[in-house]
């Protein structure tokens, strides 16, 4: 089949990769379109030492299984399924799992792929093909709502006003906080949920001083140079969930977050039925956020669109 | 009166201390006794810049107020008393509090202190003066219960088998947990709770490869340098209670932070009345701990005895 490659660092359009195989209780799938996301960027760069077919935000037909026949996406993590997290249903955290196009498991840039069964979600008709490839990255953002109370955390700060800044800005507000962004792209007011704000500046020097200190601050920015600065606008007891995935170490003044008992907290994947139900009543508009269409023929010169700065979301068009 | 100060980075015995003045809505004590602790050592080296009387763990006797002539100890943060924190009862994070010998507030290392009425607690009989003191350090370490669900949290790991060590064990153990204490005095375990396990060398190398993961792990070793490792030691969605007030900045790995989904919570100072509740059912054997008196005329040689390694808790007997 075609799809892209990863390999030894280059990425590359092949004809002749290798068809998903049928495995008992997992589903084969024929991908419609797939998303780029800064992780598919950042696995080109070298993170996770990634080597295979990339992708993990899709959408396709299940050509087998249960969901045969249907438009499905799925939940990127496959667990060993005999381990006790597993057993637990958290296989999202399985020590030996694979991770669709991110860890030891080919992914959606590609004519198929497959994942167990249980990992699929049946698409309903009120959400459109492009819609449904931002259902994994939605569920993620609305995934703060599982760790965080968020009725004693309204007053929000998402820093970063990217594709994953726009989804969180948007899951909390669903949660009825009151939500700032700080980013560099005041043009991105109208992608923001209603009653937003979006501020500049606020990452790089200092906020204005008459801010008031925020419940919770997200860093959605790929940078962890900023938590530092979040610390600082956060309050006693407040909370900043990190969403930045950086291998690169930052240091932390641990005696401030200490004396004022903030929590800092890691937050990756999340269940998918909230984000397929707030996109198919039109609560997130994600379509707007499209800056362009590629089919997978084109797939490097997509690559090289959703890198150009100031792009949200680049789409490949599979099949 | 007399008192120990410590100003411009040296600590003397003084004999003409001003008494603390009348105030409305707050009590003045004498103090029969009080606790020399690590943070009072950290001042000493210049943490925080405090310049006064140091000492918050102590008992004494009410001198007036509603408690007056009843042995009490306090709650050592004094909010303003008219923000919205401390109008919530939250005066431990008021931005204008003063915390006794900790900050702007003469401490305890003196005949007399003041606090705010309802910051005094009495002392019931079936609590010893010296097992008084503990009450602040026990009641920190109990904090972690406020803001750590422990039925979730089972398998603990205590790093440091400091005071503080000891109490976050202690804590713990009677919240249930199956406590693990990391240090390096192994002839301190029959001060640990029934049950709990001592181990070394895990904080300086590798813990042993078969070594199951933690739910919880607490810092309490008073160096910010153990965090990666106490990470590595924690399970996915584990948290980690950070009780070290270091300055000095450590750096972390977010990526595994972020993919782990584990939590990192700042934890401070606790609730009195469980703490006195422990001590007077006998739950935490303090006074076991307890290396030696001084008058408070000793108090120098107290504190170069309390800085001594290997020294458990130092009290002063102030009169």
């Known amino acids: 089949m075609r799809g892209l490659l990863l390999a030894s660092g280059t990425m590359s359009l092949c004809d002749d990769l290798p068809l998903p195989t049928a495995r008992k209780g997992w589903s084969r799938v024929r991908v419609l379109q797939a998303g780029i996301c800064a992780t598919d960027q950042a696995l080109d760069r070298g993170y996770m030492g990634f080597c295979g077919v990339p992708g993990h935000e899709f959408v396709g037909i299940a050509l087998d299984g249960p969901l045969a026949g249907k438009r499905v996406t799925g939940e990127i993590n496959a667990g060993c399924g005999t381990c006790e997290l597993c057993r637990n249903h958290d296989s999202r955290h399985c020590k030996h799992r694979t991770v669709l196009g991110i860890l030891q498991h080919s992914g959606a840039f590609a004519e198929q792929l497959s994942l167990p069964n249980e990992n699929l979600v049946h698409v309903p008709d009120s959400v459109s093909d492009s819609a449904a490839t931002f259902v994994e990255p939605l569920a993620a953002a609305l995934h703060i709502a599982d760790d965080v109370d968020l009725a004693r955390h309204k007053r929000a700060l998402v820093a970063g006003d990217g594709k994953l800044g726009l989804l969180c800005a948007h899951a909390l507000a669903l949660h009825g906080c009151n939500v700032t962004i700080a980013g ?31 419940d919770l601050a997200v860093d959605a920015t790929g940078n962890s140079d900023v938590l530092p600065r979040l610390l600082a606008l956060v309050r006693p007891r407040g909370t900043i969930v990190i969403k930045t995935t950086t291998e690169r ?35 997130v508009p994600v ?6 269409r590629y089919p997978l023929a084109q797939a490097l010169q997509a690559f090289q669109h959703a890198g150009t700065k100031g792009t949200l979301k680049v789409l490949l068009q599979i099949s």
């Open 249 to 283: 170490p930052t240091s932390i003044c641990w005696s401030s977050l200490v004396v004022n008992e903030q929590r800092l907290i890691g937050s990756r994947c999340g269940r998918f039925a909230p984000a397929i139900a707030a996109l198919a009543n039109g609560s």
């Open 184 to 214: 560099r792209h005041p043009e991105r007011l109208p992608l923001l949920p209603r009653g937003a704000t979006l501020v500049s500046g606020w990452l790089e020097a200092s906020a204005p001083k008459d801010v008031l200190p925020f």
């Open 287 to 292: 379509e707007r956020w499209i800056a362009a």
